[in-house]
Every structure is written in C-alpha cells, then in structure tokens.
C-alpha cells in the first residue's frame, strides 16, 4: 500500500482547509486510516483516526469539533476536513494506514496558519 497526501497550503487563522490521502497497492488491506501532524521541535502526533468500515473515529483533544475525518470506501481516499484553523493547527500533517502486514506513512503536506 502506497499513500500520497495533497491539499496542503498557507491559510489565516480561521480559514478552512481540505487535505486528501490517496491510497494505492492493496488496498484491501487496510484496516484503518488517520491524520497526525508533526510541528517544528515537537513530536508527531494523532490528529484523527477512521476505522476501514466507517465504524469509528477517533479526534485529538486539540482539534475536536473543529476537524472531520472521512474516508471514501470505494477507492480508500482519507480527507480531513479542518475547519477554524489555528496558529497551532501549523505542521507538516502526514497520513497513515494501518494495513494487514504493517503501518504505511506518507512523505507529508504542510499546513501553515498565519494570523
């Protein structure tokens, strides 16, 4: 399985903004997709988490309310869906899957909040 991010950009503080994760390989063998991003001298981090089946969805603390997950079953692109950006919501957001024979990671999209 192969994952490549896109969407990422430059916004203010308050904007929205709409990443997306194309998948590719097989597939079938995702079990579940999430967002983390990782800022400048900080650790990575989850920001979402989806389950394969649209079972459940799990949110950082940090971006509940203001950020959705999704995934498009039929061809398993992930979206996030962020909404009321903050300054902090800046970094390099990367996408996950967690397939049968191990965890795949894309190279990444920067996301940059201004006031």
């Known amino acids: 399985v192969q994952v490549v991010e896109s969407g990422g950009g430059s916004v203010q503080a308050g904007d929205s903004m709409n990443l997306s994760c194309t998948s590719s390989g097989t597939t079938f063998t995702i079990n579940a997709m999430g967002w983390y991003r990782q800022a400048p001298g900080k650790e990575r981090e989850l920001v979402a988490l989806?389950?394969?089946?649209?079972?459940?969805?799990t949110y950082a603390d940090s971006v509940k309310g203001r950020f959705t997950i999704s995934i498009d079953n039929s061809d398993y692109t992930l979206y996030l869906q962020m909404n009321n950006l903050k300054l902090e919501d800046t970094a390099e957001y990367f996408c996950?899957?967690?397939?049968?024979?191990?965890?795949?990671w894309g190279q990444g999209t920067q996301v940059t909040v201004s006031p």
């Open positions: 989806i389950t394969s089946g649209r079972e459940h969805t």
């Open positions: 996950h899957a967690a397939t049968w024979t191990g965890l795949v």
